[in-house]
């Protein structure tokens, strides 16, 4: 979806910029995770919350912005 949604000439520097994101999830999720358990059992699902949250805040503004 993410290269459909660019021109052509951009298909292959977002399908890259979506590959790279999956794989930093992938390495770095665990990582924070588990630093993040260390401080309570809820502290990572309160933290994706937020980040969730924060990234469809972005979203929205940049919606209204166009």
Known sequence: ???????AHEQG????TVGA?????VVLGPLIGTLLY???PGVPYLSAGLLLALVALW????????
């Open 13 to 16: 520097a977002a399908a890259g």
């Open 38 to 40: 260390e401080w309570g």
């Open 21 to 25: 994101a999956q794989g930093l999830g």
């Open 59 to 66: 979203r929205d503004r940049k919606l209204a912005e166009t």
């Open 1 to 7: 979806m993410a290269s459909n949604a660019v021109e």
